[in-house]
């Protein structure tokens, strides 16, 4: 008897599960808009959330495939439903991460100069405490970076260095950055980047410095927060390229 009341409940109750679920992670992700909430606080209840969902997919799952056997299995649509909502955080989350994410190394920091890359100045006194320090963490993190970002490589333009900053500004813009100061001295710029999601906030420099008759360009973005950034870094960093080279 018991048994049969479970069979006959659980469908419902996983509809609430999924549904409170969905709604705690459509307050966090909408609530960092609102509230000072900090990035890896919404990425958390995300997660939890999403491994709830997950979870309640699995049991929906299970009891899809023994209703083939049990006829006392019923709400088979609530089922099906659950199993749908419950595996979309996971879709959605691998929609941003994008292909190759969450095989990136567990690093935060990337740069298309692992030797002398470029500092941050201006974004230095912007990050509290507890967060990522600005100051590039060394060989073992290159070595991780050209180990799996070997295509991260200076930008050499026949510009003189003057315009080149001044096209770097500009993609920058493009891109939707944050800037934050523009060095015309030092050639250099500073700007931060907003993740969509969960609001994780990102430091980019860029510095310029003749090369032979034209000049090159190198970018440094790193997170804030998070010892990795599924990729997050490097794709910043390709994208800048590829717009910078198509202006």
């Given amino acids: 008897m018991l048994l049969k009341k479970l069979l006959l409940h659980l ?8 549904m409170a679920n969905w709604l705690i992670m459509a307050v966090a992700i909408g609530g960092r808009f ?29 009891f899809l495939l023994g209703s083939v056997f049990f006829s006392q299995v019923s709400g088979r649509p609530m089922l099906l439903a659950v199993l749908l909502s419950g595996v979309l955080p996971i879709l959605a989350a691998i929609m941003v991460v994008k292909p190759g994410g969450f095989a990136a190394p567990m690093i935060h920091d990337i740069t298309t100069d692992t ?12 990050r509290q405490a507890g967060e990522n320090s600005p100051d590039y963490g060394g060989v073992a993190v290159a070595e991780k970076q050209k180990k799996s970002f070997p295509d ?20 920058a813009q493009e891109m939707g950055w944050t800037l934050i100061t523009v060095d015309q001295a030092k050639l250099h710029l500073e700007a931060h980047d907003t993740t969509a999601l969960f609001g994780f906030v990102d430091d980019v420099s860029i510095r310029i410095r003749p090369e032979g008759a034209g000049s090159r360009v190198d970018i440094r973005s790193a997170s804030r927060t998070g010892l990795g950034d599924l990729g997050a ?14 202006l």
């Fill in 115 to 126: 030797e002398d890359p470029p500092r941050f100045v201006a974004t230095r006194a912007m």
């Fill in 11 to 18: 469908p419902v109750w996983l509809v609430y599960v999924c």
């Fill in 34 to 62: 609102l509230f000072p909430w900090q990035p890896m606080t919404v990425f958390r209840v995300y997660q939890y959330g999403a491994g709830i969902c997950l979870l309640c997919a699995l049991i929906a799952l299970v």
């Fill in 152 to 171: 991260i490589q200076p930008v050499l333009t026949d510009m003189p260095p003057a315009e080149a900053l001044q096209k770097a500004l500009q993609t």
């Fill in 233 to 246: 870094n490097a794709r910043r960093i390709r994208d800048f390229i590829k717009k910078f080279n198509m």
